[in-house]
């Protein structure tokens, strides 16, 4: 089955502690991308990868890493995770630049 | 930089009601397309407009592309209960960029 699976699904995290979420697709998509959802705001892009070792920022960047070695993986690293990180964040991926979106099914993240 | 709004944020509507959302964006789209998030999933893609003045219908559901390529409509006629969720817009920059931005979402209830 086509899919886009991310882990986990529910993280609750400490200020400061390190963390990565995974996001992995089997659509063989070159296309890669991460979003935050927070209440009023919509889907906003962290991070997205265009190809393997290809990576550039969206529009909420700042305090976000991504890394992008295989076609398939593309995680979510957060350094030093902060109260304002507490979001829902989706991983998308897709197979070229009018192609939908896939979307997996979500992290919610709580920073205390 | 380029920008979508959506409204109205949220809609109530009495079963058997019509609801319409709409988009508009601050620059001109190559392309739109709409998603569907159900409460506690996540968005899963309904339809893309590329042509200026483009109509497309499913079903209950028809959709709109501006003549001018800069806004969106999506109508849904006689709303059931399945019809719950929050609706987004995505639009297609034409820049190059291959990037989309979401609108802010428009969440639907239905009363039975």
Redesign the interface.
């Known amino acids: 089955e086509a899919q886009v699976t991310q882990n986990p699904r529910y993280l609750i995290t400490v200020t400061g502690k390190k963390l990565t979420v995974t996001c992995s697709q089997n659509m063989n998509h070159e296309y890669m991308s991460w979003y935050r959802q927070d209440p009023g705001l919509g889907l906003r892009q962290i991070y997205y990868s265009m190809n393997v070792e290809v990576t550039d920022k969206g529009d909420v960047p700042e305090g976000y890493k991504v890394s992008r070695k295989e076609k398939r993986n593309f995680p979510l690293i957060l350094e030093s995770p902060s109260p304002n990180q507490t979001s829902l964040y989706f991983c998308a991926s897709r197979d070229h630049y009018n192609s939908p979106l896939h979307f997996g099914n979500g992290t919610r993240l709580t920073v205390t | 930089?380029q920008q979508v709004m959506?409204i109205p944020?949220y809609q109530h509507v009495q079963e058997g009601e019509d609801f319409t959302t709409y988009c508009n964006s601050s620059t001109t789209l190559s392309?739109i397309?709409w998603?569907k998030q159900r409460p506690g999933?996540?968005?899963?893609?309904l339809i893309?407009l590329?042509k200026s003045g483009e109509v497309k219908k499913q079903k209950r559901l028809t959709f709109q592309f501006g003549e001018a390529k800069k806004n969106s409509s999506l109508h849904i006629t006689a709303t059931q209960t399945t019809d719950v969720g929050t609706y987004?817009c995505?639009g297609?920059a034409t820049s190059g960029t291959?990037?989309?931005i979401?609108?802010?979402?428009t969440r639907l209830k239905v009363l039975a």
């Open positions: 930089g959506q944020q392309n397309q998603y999933g996540h968005p899963v893609f893309q590329v987004f995505a297609g291959y990037k989309y979401f609108g802010t979402g």
